[in-house]
């Protein structure tokens, strides 16, 4: 499968509006391997190759053990490998990726806001919706996996 083009020259514009929006989740709460695993788990959901790549091996490089993202497609079934907060960042981040089947459901959003500020919510949210915006990217446009 080759590249069709890439979007970053074709229409730098809105590509580097996405850039602004990664640029914001800079100065979030989340921590580096909180916005890989959301990262991995919905590029996982939406098979983009290249950001599962991508993400993994910044995971690793941020300590991340090979063990959870190996089992983080099956997050549910390996929860004792997952803080009570990575779970509801990986719920929300789910439910986000899936948003025609339900959206945020009132369920995880109620998890969320008994650990989480309103604020801390915008930015996992944010994560979610930033990643989805990529592996849309990366997906329509075919951007080769890394050598």
């Not at 079934?77 to 719920?91: G, K, N, S, W």
């Not at 948003?99 to 996992?124: H, P, V, W």
Request: proline share 1%.
């Amino acid at each position: 499968m080759s590249t069709r083009f890439n979007m970053a020259e074709v229409n730098a514009a809105a590509y580097q509006a996405g850039t602004g929006m990664e640029k914001a989740l800079q100065n979030s709460f989340l921590t580096s391997i909180q916005k890989e695993l959301i990262k991995i788990r919905a590029s996982q959901i939406n098979g983009c190759a290249f950001c599962l790549d991508m993400h993994t091996k910044n995971a690793l490089r941020y300590g991340e053990t090979p063990q959870r993202i190996f089992l983080l497609n099956s997050w549910k079934d390996a929860r004792e490998l997952f803080t009570e907060e990575e779970q509801v960042i990986l719920a929300i981040a789910e439910e986000v990726t899936l948003i025609s089947e339900k959206g945020l459901s009132e369920e995880t959003y109620q998890k969320a806001k008994q650990i989480f500020s309103e604020t801390r919510i915008a930015d996992i949210i944010m994560a979610a919706v930033t990643i989805n915006m990529w592996n849309r990217i990366a997906i329509s446009t075919h951007m080769p996996v890394a050598e």
